[in-house]
């Protein structure tokens, strides 16, 4: 400090009321920002990807959701096998290194015989990327150089061109993606939802502030002096967050670079799982409905712990004095 | 085979949009090999990967550990992307046409397809951007016919135009590498012609398993095998488990 002193009185001046703490349980977080019709998007690419927060919505019986999501992955085929979606926006929707995602498939391979039809609203990831940068940036839409000489836009209207006012060329348009809720999984959070995550970032960062209502779930809640101490790692700052929850483990079978690894016997499981309907149903009741919480759910898996815990690999640091 | 053929396509110091699967092993094959200083971009995010075990998926954890970089997606597609820093873009195919467009989306109607597909993910915007793009698929009558169910990421001719900048900066697929041949697009029309045909394979099965009349390039040439380091690295040491290389016969 090379002998300045602080003043005491800018300091208080600083120093705000403590807040009340934002940290409620998974099922109360469900119950008060997820409503039935909501647009919600449970992001995560590959890594972080809320299980937790897709089962307690499963639990919920939450009915007409439009899901989105880069990726729908595992999470969103047990959604929509278990009947909480009415429309699909995305960009990939596969079992990554693994196989198909069998319910989601049945829903849009059956059109129209199945009556129970899933609605699809289909991009590629930069469309998808951009959709979540223009609703973070509260713009109607966003400027990408793709779709040319592709049939994308001929199946989805949303796509449409713009004419640059500087240049003249031809730009593709996607509209923005506000979401009514956007759940995050994150490594850690203070109890006011500054977020904080190392690793794949995926689009968490835009989804949460493209969002009217934002839930953080981490695996660890740590005091607002841990999140000073390394600003640079906050994606999420807690102004913009709704509710926090403290889940362990609560994205198995993906996974928390740090914490712990993907467990792919799950995704590849879930090939033969969902191919049969009955089977689905069958895991729905067994590894969610059929349980209360996340804790029970783990309690399932025996030996998580010793066979996904991550290794130890920490960084140097950095000196953020001055 | 494939893994090796596509190795051989990437130079030092490159930097490369990277898939999941033998585009993966291509790339670390190189890695190992001619091309210590292949920049891997996967896009997920993780720039200059250097994976320690054969990542399962584009988001593995260990695309991370290690890396030079690791960035949002956003970042991934708008200052690596469109920006134009990818020289070589990887892409698998269910369906390749005549004219080099791709098809990862359904077979059949897309209202009412018979096989639904993942859908572009990225590809749409790797074969728009990459500088050059090459394809890895096996030869068969359904994957390759004279036009594609769907188009997901552009070839050289879409509904008879020819790609053109600025809506579509690179080069687009510059090489279609098959389990038995290697095709590529003519210069003066776009449409992919017979550019190398491995060791054993004939014109004529190459020809048969193609959706439509198959032209030859006028010098066409014999792949060379891989070499024994090459399979020795992939079998043993890439891909132990044979994971992908079971997909590479």
Same mark, same amino acid.
């Given at each position: 400090m090379n002998g300045v002193k602080a003043d005491p009185a800018l300091l208080a001046a600083g120093r705000r009321r403590p807040a009340a703490s934002k940290v409620i349980s998974m099922h109360d977080a469900v119950a008060a920002h997820v409503r039935d019709g909501d647009t919600v998007v449970i992001e995560?690419?590959?890594? &972080?990807?809320?299980f937790a927060a897709g089962h307690e919505i499963i639990r919920q019986r939450r009915r007409d959701l439009t899901l989105c999501r880069l990726t729908p992955d595992l999470i969103y085929d047990q959604m929509i096998a278990a009947g909480c979606a009415r429309k699909l926006v995305f960009s990939w929707a596969g079992n990554p290194g693994a196989g198909s995602l069998h319910a989601f498939r049945r829903a849009v391979e059956r059109l129209p015989a199945n009556g129970a039809a899933l609605e699809i609203e289909e991009y590629s990831h930069f469309g998808m990327v951009a959709r979540l940068s223009a609703g973070a940036a509260r713009l109607p839409f966003w400027p990408l150089r793709d779709y040319v000489g592709t049939d994308l836009p001929a199946v989805n209207s949303r796509i449409a061109t713009v004419t640059c006012p500087y240049t003249g060329e031809q730009l593709a348009t996607v509209p923005a993606l506000n979401p009514d809720v956007t759940i995050i999984h994150a490594q850690r959070a203070d109890a006011q939802g500054n977020t904080q995550i190392w690793g794949l970032l995926g689009v968490q960062r835009e989804a949460a502030f493209a969002s009217h209502r934002v839930i953080v779930v981490v695996e660890e809640l740590v005091d607002e002096q841990v999140i000073r101490a390394d600003p640079n790692r906050t994606i999420v700052p807690g102004f913009i967050v709704a509710a926090v929850v403290v889940e362990p483990w609560g994205a198995h079978p993906s996974y928390a670079q740090g914490y712990y690894d993907r467990d792919n016997e799950c995704y590849v499981g879930w090939e033969a799982i969902s191919r049969d309907p009955d089977r689905i149903a069958s895991y729905l009741e067994t590894?969610? &409905?059929?349980?209360?919480d996340r804790a029970a759910y783990l309690a399932l898996h025996p030996g998580l712990q010793d066979r996904l815990r991550a290794a130890t690999r920490v960084c140097a640091g950095v000196n953020y004095g001055y | 085979m494939m893994a090796a053929v596509a190795a051989r396509e990437l130079r030092d110091g490159e930097v490369v949009f990277v898939g999941i699967g033998l585009p993966n092993l291509a790339c670390n094959l190189a890695r190992a090999t001619h091309a210590p200083g292949l920049v891997l971009i996967y896009?997920? #995010?993780?720039?200059?990967a250097i994976p320690e075990r054969l990542p399962l998926s584009i988001g593995d954890p260990s695309l991370v550990t290690g890396a030079l970089m690791v960035c949002g997606m956003a970042d991934v597609f708008q200052c690596m992307l469109q920006n134009g820093r990818i020289e070589v873009g990887f892409l698998g195919a269910a369906q390749v046409d005549r004219w080099g467009n791709i098809n990862t989306? %359904? %077979? #059949?109607?897309?209202?009412?397809?018979?096989i639904r597909l993942p859908g572009s993910g990225g590809a749409a915007e790797i074969a728009t951007h990459a500088r050059r793009t090459l394809v890895i698929a096996k030869l068969s009558r359904r994957a390759f016919p004279e036009s594609v169910d769907f188009v997901t990421s552009p070839g050289h001719v879409y509904r008879g135009v020819r790609r053109a900048r600025p809506s579509l900066p690179g080069a687009g697929p510059v090489k279609v590498i098959t389990d038995r041949a290697v095709l590529e697009p003519?210069?003066?029309?776009g449409e992919l012609i017979l550019a190398a045909l491995y060791p054993g394979v004939t014109v004529d099965d190459v020809a048969r398993d193609i959706g439509w009349s198959l032209r030859s390039c006028e010098r066409l040439t014999t792949v060379e095998p891989p070499t024994a380091t090459d399979l020795r690295l992939l079998r043993e040491r890439l891909d132990p488990g044979h994971q992908f290389l079971k997909a590479d016969r």
């Amino acid at each position: 400090m090379n002998g300045v002193k602080a003043d005491p009185a800018l300091l208080a001046a600083g120093r705000r009321r403590p807040a009340a703490s934002k940290v409620i349980s998974m099922h109360d977080a469900v119950a008060a920002h997820v409503r039935d019709g909501d647009t919600v998007v449970i992001e995560g690419f590959t890594h &972080l990807i809320c299980f937790a927060a897709g089962h307690e919505i499963i639990r919920q019986r939450r009915r007409d959701l439009t899901l989105c999501r880069l990726t729908p992955d595992l999470i969103y085929d047990q959604m929509i096998a278990a009947g909480c979606a009415r429309k699909l926006v995305f960009s990939w929707a596969g079992n990554p290194g693994a196989g198909s995602l069998h319910a989601f498939r049945r829903a849009v391979e059956r059109l129209p015989a199945n009556g129970a039809a899933l609605e699809i609203e289909e991009y590629s990831h930069f469309g998808m990327v951009a959709r979540l940068s223009a609703g973070a940036a509260r713009l109607p839409f966003w400027p990408l150089r793709d779709y040319v000489g592709t049939d994308l836009p001929a199946v989805n209207s949303r796509i449409a061109t713009v004419t640059c006012p500087y240049t003249g060329e031809q730009l593709a348009t996607v509209p923005a993606l506000n979401p009514d809720v956007t759940i995050i999984h994150a490594q850690r959070a203070d109890a006011q939802g500054n977020t904080q995550i190392w690793g794949l970032l995926g689009v968490q960062r835009e989804a949460a502030f493209a969002s009217h209502r934002v839930i953080v779930v981490v695996e660890e809640l740590v005091d607002e002096q841990v999140i000073r101490a390394d600003p640079n790692r906050t994606i999420v700052p807690g102004f913009i967050v709704a509710a926090v929850v403290v889940e362990p483990w609560g994205a198995h079978p993906s996974y928390a670079q740090g914490y712990y690894d993907r467990d792919n016997e799950c995704y590849v499981g879930w090939e033969a799982i969902s191919r049969d309907p009955d089977r689905i149903a069958s895991y729905l009741e067994t590894h969610v &409905l059929g349980v209360p919480d996340r804790a029970a759910y783990l309690a399932l898996h025996p030996g998580l712990q010793d066979r996904l815990r991550a290794a130890t690999r920490v960084c140097a640091g950095v000196n953020y004095g001055y | 085979m494939m893994a090796a053929v596509a190795a051989r396509e990437l130079r030092d110091g490159e930097v490369v949009f990277v898939g999941i699967g033998l585009p993966n092993l291509a790339c670390n094959l190189a890695r190992a090999t001619h091309a210590p200083g292949l920049v891997l971009i996967y896009e997920s #995010g993780a720039i200059g990967a250097i994976p320690e075990r054969l990542p399962l998926s584009i988001g593995d954890p260990s695309l991370v550990t290690g890396a030079l970089m690791v960035c949002g997606m956003a970042d991934v597609f708008q200052c690596m992307l469109q920006n134009g820093r990818i020289e070589v873009g990887f892409l698998g195919a269910a369906q390749v046409d005549r004219w080099g467009n791709i098809n990862t989306t %359904v %077979v #059949g109607p897309y209202r009412h397809p018979t096989i639904r597909l993942p859908g572009s993910g990225g590809a749409a915007e790797i074969a728009t951007h990459a500088r050059r793009t090459l394809v890895i698929a096996k030869l068969s009558r359904r994957a390759f016919p004279e036009s594609v169910d769907f188009v997901t990421s552009p070839g050289h001719v879409y509904r008879g135009v020819r790609r053109a900048r600025p809506s579509l900066p690179g080069a687009g697929p510059v090489k279609v590498i098959t389990d038995r041949a290697v095709l590529e697009p003519d210069p003066a029309s776009g449409e992919l012609i017979l550019a190398a045909l491995y060791p054993g394979v004939t014109v004529d099965d190459v020809a048969r398993d193609i959706g439509w009349s198959l032209r030859s390039c006028e010098r066409l040439t014999t792949v060379e095998p891989p070499t024994a380091t090459d399979l020795r690295l992939l079998r043993e040491r890439l891909d132990p488990g044979h994971q992908f290389l079971k997909a590479d016969r």
